[in-house]
């Protein structure tokens, strides 16, 4: 495996299958065998969930952001449990650790009882983001990255990449096979947010960026095979 220790960042609409919102639990498990699939083959993986499936924003204007962070923050260990559910169903250890102290569902986040975990072949997924509001889960996976010493960021998303422009919209974008953090700062491409991706670039973390809907694409993402867009400091 090119990759010893993975960052895995998933956003909740990937636990939602074709729905909307909520949880789909055939999407949890297919999520958690293909992850299975790269720790079977020697990679230490940690995981941040987002909480999109169940909360995005503030339900109006005149809401108090950091309250609207919080819910957003519960969303993510929902999705938190819901994952370490799926593994405990297909027999393999792992453990929740979040950021805001949930001591009767969850343990409270420790670097090193997380590094410890991972050493000890037990998957590690991380909820609340940073446990601070005004940060993104993208952000809290840059952060969770740098601590554990993560060789790589995946993005698992539902696009084969970062391209020029939406592709989705844009019939004429390109995709990048290689791009740098700076490229993705100076052009607005919203891979990650800018905070995420500066963190990343000050601490030398590579992002890959790959559609995770496809089956086997996490074990060839693994292998550093070409299926998305990865970006580093250097092309």
Same mark, same amino acid.
């Given at each position: 495996? !090119?990759?010893?220790?993975?960052?895995?960042?998933?956003?909740?609409?990937?636990? @939602?299958?074709? *729905? *909307?919102?909520?949880?789909?639990?055939? @999407?949890?498990?297919?999520?958690?065998?293909?992850?299975?699939?790269?720790?079977?083959?020697?990679?230490?993986?940690?995981?941040?969930?987002?909480?999109?499936?169940?909360?995005?924003?503030?339900?109006?204007?005149?809401? *108090?952001?950091?309250?609207?962070?919080?819910?957003?923050?519960?969303?993510?260990?929902?999705?938190? /449990?819901?994952?370490?559910?799926? #593994?405990?169903?297909?027999?393999?250890?792992?453990?929740?650790?979040?950021?805001?102290?949930?001591?009767?569902?969850?343990? #409270? $986040?420790?670097?090193?009882?997380?590094?410890?975990?991972?050493? !000890?072949?037990?998957?590690?997924?991380?909820?609340?983001?940073?446990? =601070?509001?005004?940060? @993104?889960?993208?952000?809290?996976?840059? /952060?969770?990255?740098?601590?554990?010493?993560?060789?790589?960021? #995946?993005?698992?998303?539902?696009?084969?990449?970062? $391209?020029?422009?939406?592709?989705?919209?844009?019939?004429?974008?390109?995709?990048?096979?290689?791009?740098? $953090?700076?490229?993705?700062?100076?052009?607005? /491409?919203?891979?990650?947010? =800018?905070?995420?991706?500066?963190?990343?670039?000050?601490?030398?973390?590579?992002?890959?960026?790959?559609?995770?809907?496809?089956?086997?694409?996490?074990?060839?993402?693994? !292998?550093?095979?070409?299926?998305?867009?990865?970006?580093?400091?250097? /092309?």
């Amino acid at each position: 495996m !090119k990759y010893k220790r993975i960052l895995l960042k998933l956003s909740g609409e990937t636990l @939602s299958g074709n *729905d *909307d919102k909520g949880i789909d639990f055939d @999407s949890v498990l297919n999520i958690c065998r293909e992850i299975d699939e790269c720790k079977k083959l020697g990679c230490e993986i940690a995981i941040v969930v987002g909480g999109g499936n169940f909360w995005r924003g503030r339900a109006n204007l005149h809401m *108090d952001r950091c309250t609207a962070d919080h819910i957003g923050m519960l969303a993510t260990t929902m999705n938190a /449990l819901a994952l370490q559910d799926g #593994f405990k169903q297909l027999g393999i250890e792992s453990r929740v650790q979040t950021g805001i102290e949930m001591r009767q569902i969850a343990e #409270f $986040y420790i670097r090193n009882r997380a590094i410890r975990h991972l050493e !000890k072949d037990r998957i590690v997924i991380f909820g609340c983001g940073t446990g =601070s509001p005004f940060f @993104s889960t993208d952000t809290a996976a840059a /952060l969770r990255a740098a601590e554990i010493n993560a060789d790589i960021i #995946f993005k698992a998303t539902n696009v084969d990449g970062v $391209y020029t422009k939406d592709p989705k919209k844009d019939k004429n974008a390109t995709k990048f096979k290689e791009i740098t $953090y700076i490229d993705v700062l100076n052009n607005h /491409l919203n891979v990650m947010d =800018s905070t995420a991706t500066s963190l990343c670039m000050d601490n030398e973390i590579p992002i890959y960026v790959f559609d995770v809907n496809k089956k086997g694409n996490l074990v060839k993402a693994a !292998k550093g095979e070409n299926i998305g867009t990865i970006i580093k400091k250097e /092309l």
